[in-house]
Nanobody, 124 residues
Framework: QVQLVESGGGLVQAGGSLRLSCAAS????????MAWFRQAPGKEREFVGA????????LSADSVKGRFTISRDNAKNTMYLQMNSLKPEDTAVYYC?????????????????WGQGTQVTVSS
């Protein structure tokens, strides 16, 4: 089993940048496919991006392509989400997730482990 803790959220102006981190503990992060999701008030949780165990493959939502970059450092058991050109519509609680199967998926049901989330607020 793995425990996930997100950090790096905060308040930023539109056009700004933030980098989120997701630290894994309990088991080596390298055995898990990992992903970022987000949930805005009153909306369903939505997929942001996923990264394979090795970090060699990624999958991103169309809404963040070209602005967000997902990466991981298995030596540090940490996944990252670099967010650039932020927009007010990016405001949400961002969650990291992990799954032991070696495949990239965009559905929340594909992931067994979740962090508590970190708030990102983008002001206009």
């Amino acid at each position: 089993q793995v425990q996930l803790v997100e950090s790096g959220g905060g308040l930023v102006q539109a056009g700004g940048s933030l980098r989120l981190s997701c630290a894994a503990s309990g088991r080596a992060a390298s055995i898990y496919t990992m992903a970022w999701f987000r949930q805005a008030p009153g909306k369903e949780r939505e997929f942001v991006g996923a990264i394979s165990r090795s970090g060699g493959s990624t999958l991103s939502a169309d809404s963040v392509k070209g602005r967000f970059t997902i990466s991981r450092d298995n030596a540090k058991n940490t996944m990252y989400l670099q967010m650039n050109s932020l927009k007010p519509e990016d405001t949400a609680v961002y969650y990291c997730a992990a799954d032991g199967r070696d495949r990239l998926r965009a559905r929340t049901t594909a992931y067994n482990y979740w962090g508590q989330g970190t708030q990102v607020t983008v002001s206009s």
